[in-house]
């Protein structure tokens, strides 16, 4: 019992992580029709400049966050303006590729700043644990769930209440529209790829905040909000968020009771177990719990 | 006959533009120059491990087979339409099928020991039938979907490499690869042939050789079949193909298989060139090399292909060569701005982003601007 408890909190706050890095990808997705795979290294960045704001200048962990999202944000629009914005016209998945090519880019830039040593992020949160029902707790998993559904819930309202976000809604429905409206479709574009930046920044030191520390090599985690966009919908945060939990609650399920209930899976099996999920749901629905059905007309 | 009459008159002279039949037009050398040009390439590529170091000609062994694999994906990706991610599981499961079945029973892994002839077209059919199978499930997802589900194969696949102990030797350890003995000839051994005493680096050059020359041509006479043209009707626009009575489950069916088969022979010989195989290997980075190779070297042509596996594999090498110039680079250690590797890496996602953006076609676009603009010379038009 304890058992399930704990791991249930661990797939929570995995989960948090999983629907941020979700949410990143669908806005990017919405706005320009492009799967971000240059998320991974987005990530790893962030949770450097997250550690550095923290270990070298000494600034609180909330602040550091903040900064290191706001500097993530800064990049993803130079990204954006540089690399996805000649793109503009061309088949989706060539854009996808010059995201691959980012993709390598920054995990090399990632890895040289890193260098060596583990990066922490100086977080509050360590190793504390808290008991609940005699089930031992680590903070860091419940502040993970919290914080992520309060950035995305603040996301979700900039784009549902805000102007900006109406523009950037209507963008994401029809761009040319958009365009005779008197909207600025480049800067939502720019805009999109600031927000995600900033969401897989916060995703970076969520990640780092209660490990001993990350190299580089852990940025092929975020990879796995693939499955997670692809069980929630493409194009649909709500489904990154309920999707997000799923995975994670099943990643966590599957590393406590695996290594009891069926070994000869092998070890590290919850690794690949949102891989599984996403190819059964491929299977079943191939358009995702809340995504919209591709409509193609000849 | 008709074919034999248009051949009989093939091109006339100083008009190679002017096509009298649709069958010249279409035949794999449209043009006399081109099949000229070729047949010199061929030979000089017989001719040139003789006069290269060691080093140098197990790089172009690799370059050959990348062309192939590269030559598989462009089949799917290109002519077809169908972007995967899943290359390096292909090649994985072209390896170490190769591996059992033609390497050595040693330490835990299983080895049948059985001759090339045997594992090599096996090495191929395996990866094509484990394509088969997932086929209908990768059909049912279009374009960035069927992306993230080929990446998610490599990441299955990865698991599973690791944990089939017995094949593959587990995480860390790998296994050694297939003996690539052809009818009793060690094609990786040092070798007298009519009193000359051949390397065993050449010899193997030139069995690959030979085997990607095959597969090239059978890939551009593929190309311009009834199949080939319905892969390129699906690319570029499915449902219209549909209406016109192309199969869209068959011919993605195909164009997955073939391109898998493409995939495992070129895992076979990879594995040879490598040495010694762990599951470590086949992941993420190895399907992005591919892709590389082929949006290098240019979508749907396998000349493309081909320049961009040479580009692809002889890129490290160059800027190793060149990194001692430029001051506050180079090194392999934390010296400098950058070390070896990490320049490499990062030119090698700078070009696949120049190239999408500045020349979609590849180098084979470039080549065809240098071409043409030879071909109006001195007259900028």
Known sequence: MEDLLSSLVRGLGLGGLYALLGVSFVII?????????????????????????GNAIGLPFWLSVLLGMAVMAVIGMIIERVAL???????????????????IILLIVGGRLIGSELLTVNDPFGLNTVNVFGATLFSVDIARFIIALVAIGVVGLFLTRSRTGLAMRATASDQETSLAQGINVGRMFGLSWGIAAAMAALAGALLTAGSSGIETTVALVALKALPVIILGGLDSIKGSVVAGIIIGIAESLTRTYQPIYAPWLGANFDVIVPYLIMIIVLMVRPYGLFGTKEVVRV | MSNATASSHRTTRGRPQLFTSYAQETAIFNTRVKR????VGILVMIVLPFFMQRDMVALITTVFIFAIGGIGLNLLTGY?????????????????TAAVLGGESRSGVIGLGWDMAIWLPLAGLVPALIALVL????MRVRGLYLAI????????????????????GGAGVGRAPADPVFLGFDLFANQTILGYRIDRFTIFYLACFVIFVVMAFAAKNFARSRFGRSFAAVRDRDIAAEVMGVSLLRTKTLAFVISSFYAGIAGALLSIVIGRISPETWNIFLSIDFLAVIFIGGLATISGSIMGAIFVVL??????????????????????????????????????ILFL?????????????????????????
Do not use: C, D
Request: glycine share 14%; charged share 10%.
């Open chain 2, 357 to 381: 953006i500045l020349e979609p076609r590849g180098l084979y676009g470039l080549w065809l601007r240098l071409r043409n603009y030879f071909k109006a010379w001195p007259f900028s038009y």
């Open chain 2, 315 to 352: 890129l490290p090498k160059l800027v190793n060569a060149l990194t001692p110039l430029i001051p506050g680079f180079g090194g392999v250690g934390e010296g400098g701005i950058l070390n070896v590797f990490e320049l490499q890496s990062i030119i090698f996602g700078l070009l696949i």
């Open chain 2, 149 to 168: 589900l080929t990446l998610g194969l490599v990441f299955i696949g990865e698991h599973i490499f690791k944990e089939a102990k017995p094949i593959t």
């Open chain 2, 36 to 39: 000229n040009w070729v047949l």
């Open chain 2, 135 to 138: 086929a209908p499930l990768a």
């Open chain 2, 80 to 96: 077809a339409g169908q972007v995967s991610l899943g290359q390096a599981f292909f090649l994985g499961v072209g390896a170490y």
């Open chain 1, 85 to 103: 914005r000649p793109m503009v016209g061309r088949p989706a998945f060539s854009a996808a590729t010059v995201t691959v090519g980012v993709f």
């Open chain 1, 29 to 53: 997705y919405r706005a320009t029709g492009v799967i971000n795979f240059a998320t991974p290294a987005l990530m790893i960045l962030g949770a450097f400049f997250t550690g550095s704001f």
